[in-house]
T-cell receptor
Framework: AQTVTQSQPEMSVQEAETVTLSCTYDTSESDYYLFWYKQPPSRQMILVIRQEAYKQQNATENRFSVNFQKAAKSFSLKISDSQLGDAAMYFCAYETWNYGGSQGNLIFGKGTKLSVKP | DVKVTQSSRYLVKRTGEKVFLECVQD?????MFWYRQDPGLGLRLIYF???????EKGDIPEGYSVSREKKERFSLILESASTNQTSMYLC????????????FGSGTQLSVL
C-alpha cells in the first residue's frame, strides 16, 4: 500500500526567507501524481502545486517549487520569499488510481505546520 | 467561483444521536469524498463516490455511511454518534480524471458529547 510521510510536524521561517518542507512516499507504481495542499487557519484547503511522476522538470508556481527525486521517492516543497500569509498546515498527498474503475483518491501525509515570523 | 459547501461549520451532538453532514458542489464533478482530519493524523479517507448512488469505502469507514442520490450532493451519516467521532470533517470533489485537484469545503467541526 502507498504511504506518505512528512517528518517535520512543525517548521518556522523568517519573513522573506526560504523554507523547505519534506515529504517522502512509498509506491511500486511508475506513473503517479503528487500534490502539496495548504490549509490556512480558515480551514479552506487549497492546492499549492502538483507534479506528474513522468515529468522530469520540477513543477513551479510563483514562489513555490518542488524538488522531485523519483528514485529516492522524495517530494519536497520550497517556499521562497516567505510571506506572513504562507503560515498554514501543509499536506503532501499521493494520488492512488484504480485503472480498472478509472477512479482514484488521495493519500495524505500528517502535515507540517509552518509558522512565519515577521 | 467554484464551490463546495458544507452545511455546518460547527456542530454539537450527543452520544447515540444520528448525525447528517451535508456537502454540495456546484461544479458537476463526478467524484466526491469525505475525509476526517485529526491533529497529528492528517486527513484520512472515510468514503468516496465516483457516481450517483455509487460509493466506495475508504480507510476508516466503520461507524459511518454515505448517501449520494444526486450528483451534486454527498451526505455523511453517523448512525449512532460516539465521542471518538469528535473531529473535523472535510468534504471534497473533483473531476474523474487522473491528476485533477480536489476542491474542498470549509469543514465541519463536530463535537460529540
Amino acid at each position: 500500500a502507498q504511504t506518505v510521510t512528512q517528518s517535520q510536524p512543525e517548521m518556522s521561517v523568517q519573513e522573506a526567507e526560504t523554507v523547505t518542507l519534506s515529504c517522502t512516499y512509498d509506491t511500486s507504481e511508475s506513473d503517479y501524481y503528487l500534490f502539496w495542499y495548504k490549509q490556512p487557519p480558515s480551514r479552506q484547503m487549497i492546492l499549492v502545486i502538483r507534479q506528474e511522476a513522468y515529468k522530469q522538470q520540477n513543477a513551479t508556481e510563483n514562489r513555490f517549487s518542488v524538488n522531485f527525486q523519483k528514485a529516492a521517492k522524495s517530494f519536497s516543497l520550497k517556499i521562497s520569499d516567505s510571506q506572513l500569509g504562507d503560515a498554514a498546515m501543509y499536506f503532501c498527498a499521493y494520488e492512488t488510481w484504480n485503472y480498472g474503475g478509472s477512479q482514484g483518491n488521495l493519500i495524505f501525509g500528517k502535515g507540517t505546520k509552518l509558522s512565519v515570523k515577521p | 467561483d467554484v464551490k463546495v459547501t458544507q452545511s455546518s461549520r460547527y456542530l454539537v451532538k450527543r452520544t447515540g444521536e444520528k448525525v447528517f453532514l451535508e456537502c454540495v458542489q456546484d461544479m458537476d464533478h463526478e467524484n466526491m469524498f469525505w475525509y476526517r482530519q485529526d491533529p497529528g493524523l492528517g486527513l484520512r479517507l472515510i468514503y468516496f463516490s465516483y457516481d450517483v448512488k455509487m460509493k466506495e469505502k475508504g480507510d476508516i469507514p466503520e461507524g459511518y455511511s454515505v448517501s449520494r442520490e444526486k450528483k451534486e450532493r454527498f451526505s455523511l451519516i453517523l448512525e449512532s454518534a460516539s465521542t471518538n467521532q469528535t473531529s473535523m470533517y472535510l468534504c471534497a470533489s473533483s473531476l474523474a480524471t487522473r491528476g485533477e485537484k480536489l476542491f474542498f469545503g470549509s469543514g465541519t467541526q463536530l463535537s460529540v458529547l
